[in-house]
T-cell receptor, first 113, second 111 residues
Framework: ETGVTQSPTHLIKTRGQQVTLRCSSQ?????VSWYQQALGQGPQFIFQ???????GRGNFPPRFSGLQFPNYSSELNVNALELDDSALYLC????????????FGPGTRLLVL | GQNIDQPTEMTATEGAIVQINCTYQ??????LFWYQQHAGEAPTFLSY??LDGLEEKGRFSSFLSRSKGYSYLLLKELQMKDSASYLC????????????WGAGTKLIIKP
């Protein structure tokens, strides 16, 4: 148990819909990173939030957006869902320090039909 | 570009030793992580190397050579529960300390 929680655990949507995924970071952690992991692949970095500001972004289109709240919890929003968005979405919390390890939540498995 | 390579799949026998290799080509290296991921679950942290050499933690050890862009994870006294994917990830200073991930090595343990 890392203390990082995500909701929902599973979600089914149809193409074109919008989805919001949620993450609560480990106590004391001020940084949240979001990843997309397709089956059989390593995680792909979507973006990171530190103190409510986006602090780096991977190669994902603008329809992937996020928020971080004052309590450091975070949301990932995906608009205009595509079939290829079906994946495990992971959030990881850490302290914004170069030596700090990221700890992952259990993930949200999204299926887009 | 940034690139991390690991074998796709390995098979080993219960009680034996296995070494999973990882090679990387990245800019601004700032540490290498190994994570274990069971099917359908989130990655869990195993080890972290930032200096050359061997880090030992129980049955698991991790080695790093920065000059060679090479790391390995050594698992001893293999147990059936060690069947999982093992992910190598490099933290890159030039990209705001983001993690670049390999595709993972699926380790199958046989009795």
């Amino acid at each position: 148990e890392t203390g990082v929680t995500q909701s929902p655990t599973h979600l089914i949507k149809t193409r074109g819909q919008q989805v919001t995924l949620r993450c609560s970071s480990q106590s004391g952690h001020n940084t949240v990173s979001w990843y997309q992991q397709a089956l059989g692949q390593g995680p792909q970095f979507i973006f990171q939030y530190y103190r409510e500001e986006e602090n780096g972004r991977g190669n994902f289109p603008p329809r992937f957006s996020g928020l971080q709240f004052p309590n450091y919890s975070s949301e990932l929003n995906v608009n205009a869902l595509e079939l290829d968005d079906s994946a495990l979405y992971l959030c990881a919390s850490s302290l914004k320090d170069s030596a700090e390890t990221q700890y992952f939540g259990p993930g949200t498995r999204l299926l887009v039909l | 570009g940034q690139n991390i390579d690991q074998p796709t799949e390995m098979t080993a026998t219960e009680g034996a030793i296995v070494q999973i290799n990882c090679t990387y080509q990245t800019s601004g290296f700032n540490g290498l992580f190994w994570y274990q991921q069971h099917a359908g679950e989130a990655p869990t942290f195993l080890s972290y190397n930032v200096l050359d050499g061997l880090e030992e933690k129980g049955r698991f050890s991790s080695f790093l050579s920065r000059s060679k862009g090479y790391s390995y994870l050594l698992l001893k006294e293999l147990q059936m529960k060690d069947s999982a994917s093992y992910l190598c990830a490099v933290r890159v200073r030039d990209s705001n300390y983001q993690l670049i991930w390999g595709a993972g090595t699926k380790l199958i343990i046989k009795p």
